[in-house]
């Protein structure tokens, strides 16, 4: 699976646009782009994925960039709720396994 | 997620314990997976199930051991050959190894 790189803490003010980077410069052609969030002492929520396409869906919007080097995730109107560890993964469609790295911790700030 | 239970969400070994997590849906997916996290670090692959009566070995399996009699329930045993054994484990579930995972709320063991 390809590694990723995203930034290690981001701040977003309430009720703005929340976008997290995550490069991925060695994806592979079947490779699609995951993304979870875990809020502390809790399991990982997934969020949304995808493979080369933008996606959306209720909670989240993921715009891969048309070389899928690098995506962007979405969260249109940030909440004090949306506090978490950020994680964005690539793997193989039928891989069994997801490769979590480190994250980005984006706090919500009032 | 809901759907996936994790029982106890806290557990305390003492050294040379055997102890049992238990994992058990009721989303009737086929596969269950089995990850650890430590600290401020990602999550590792510690067995996979992708139907029943079957299971794999995933990146750091020594010291633990599965099984999967029922689609529902995914036990894992962390016997006394686990080292490290205090860490967050995590379940997770998915229809099938096409879709993503969702995962439990996890148990966080410890030694005593």
């Given at each position: 699976?390809?590694?990723t ?9 309430e ?9 991925h ?6 490779e699609?782009?995951y993304?979870?969030r ?7 929520q997934?969020?949304i ?19 899928r ?7 249109p109107?940030?909440?004090l709720r949306?506090?978490?560890v950020y994680y ?14 480190s ?6 700030k009032? | ?6 029982s106890?969400?806290y557990?305390?070994r ?11 849906q009721n989303l009737?997916?086929d596969?269950?997976?089995?990850y650890?996290?430590d ?10 199930s ?18 999967r009699?029922k689609?529902?329930?995914?036990p894992?045993?962390?016997?006394s050959?686990?080292k ?8 997770a ?16 063991l410890?030694i005593l």
């Amino acid at each position: 699976d390809a590694k990723t790189t995203q930034p290690t803490s981001m701040d977003c003010a309430e009720g703005r646009a929340a976008n997290l980077p995550c490069n991925h410069s060695t994806i592979s052609g079947n490779e699609y782009v995951y993304w979870y969030r875990q809020i502390h002492s809790q399991g990982p929520q997934y969020i949304i994925h995808g493979l080369k396409n933008n996606e959306t869906n209720e909670m989240a919007s993921l715009i891969i960039t048309e070389d899928r080097k690098s995506s962007t995730l979405i969260l249109p109107h940030a909440t004090l709720r949306d506090t978490a560890v950020y994680y964005c993964i690539v793997r193989v469609y039928n891989f069994n396994k997801f490769y979590f790295g480190s994250g980005t911790k984006l706090n919500v700030k009032p | 997620d809901g759907g996936i239970t994790q029982s106890p969400k806290y557990l305390f070994r003492k050294e040379g314990q055997n102890v049992t997590l238990s994992c058990e849906q009721n989303l009737n997916h086929d596969a269950m997976y089995w990850y650890r996290q430590d600290p401020g670090q990602g999550l590792r692959l510690i067995y996979y199930s992708q139907i029943v009566n079957d299971f794999q070995k995933g990146d750091i399996a020594e010291g633990y051991s599965v099984s999967r009699e029922k689609k529902e329930s995914f036990p894992l045993t962390v016997t006394s050959a686990q080292k490290n054994p205090t860490a967050f484990y995590l379940c997770a579930t998915a229809e099938d190894r096409y879709q993503p995972q969702h995962f439990g709320d996890g148990t966080r063991l410890s030694i005593l």
